[in-house]
């Protein structure tokens, strides 16, 4: 199961359980429609096996879908063309050491650092955050590449 409140999001991961559930979302809506199509359901009703298959079916139902609304919202409102190639979603919490790691790897600053020299990574990351976008997810902010 995907977890909303993971530090780091990859986007595939999102798509990925979005596409699970809509599976079981259809799974469950003809399991649902095969009960209700019964001679049993029209005639003398369910028996208790059944019944309670279907009021579980039902429950299961609801709760995919409420799963599955936040992450389509969340893909839609990103709606990025990267979304299906691995969009990175990052925490607002971890923010600004992301951005020191992305710095580092790109070269742009030395990984190890004399002890005297200080970088301001509050306002680097700030300078950086205009490349990026924002997502809400679950009232936590996620930075991705716009």
Known sequence: MLNL???IIDSRDIEERINELESLIDDYESDIEELQDSDEFEGDGLD????QRLEQLREDL???QEELN?????RDEVSSSEWDYGLTLIHE????DYVK??????????SELPSYIVVDWDAT???????????????NDYYYRA
């Open 5 to 7: 409140n993971d530090t």
């Open 101 to 110: 790691e992305l710095c580092e790897d790109i070269g742009e600053i030395p």
């Open 70 to 74: 936040p992450l389509t919202a969340i």
């Open 93 to 96: 919490d971890v923010w600004v």
């Open 48 to 51: 208790t096996e059944d019944q």
């Open 125 to 139: 990351a700030d300078n950086i955050s205009v490349d990026y976008s924002t997502v809400t997810i679950e009232g």
């Open 62 to 64: 609801e709760e995919a």
